[in-house]
């Protein structure tokens, strides 16, 4: 599976942006699915979690109330709504998939997606 993260872009604090996660190679409809997230000089951070039916979702304390992971398996596609943006929002996002229990990891991951939110 290969996946392809959109949307981010420089933003001013309390805006907005929605960031796409497309997946291609096969279905992602069986997989779950999260965004993560890298600040500079910080370690990757989870942001949101959600199951293969979308069905159940997890946040991060930071963003919940803030940020909301959905998908769309018909179009093989994950998104990520993000409003009132701090200046600590400001990381490379990154969406993952296909969580491997054996691993206790995601096996495949996009290439990220930077988000510069101006205070």
């Known amino acids: 599976v290969q996946l392809v993260e959109s949307g981010g872009g420089l933003v001013q604090a309390g805006g907005s942006l929605r960031l796409s996660c497309q997946a291609s190679?096969?279905?992602?409809?069986?997989?779950?699915m999260a965004w993560f997230r890298q600040a500079p000089g910080k370690e990757l951070e989870f942001v949101a979690y959600?199951?293969?039916?979308?069905?159940?979702?997890d946040y991060a304390d930071s963003v919940k109330g803030r940020f909301t992971i959905s998908r769309v398996n018909a179009k093989n596609m994950m998104y990520l709504q993000m409003i009132s943006l701090k200046h600590e929002d400001t990381a490379v996002y990154y969406c993952a998939g296909g969580w491997n229990r054996e691993a206790q990891k995601y096996d495949y991951w996009g290439q990220g997606t930077r988000v510069t939110v101006s205070s």
């Open positions: 190679g096969r279905t992602i409809s069986t997989d779950d």
């Open positions: 959600i199951s293969w039916s979308g069905g159940s979702t």
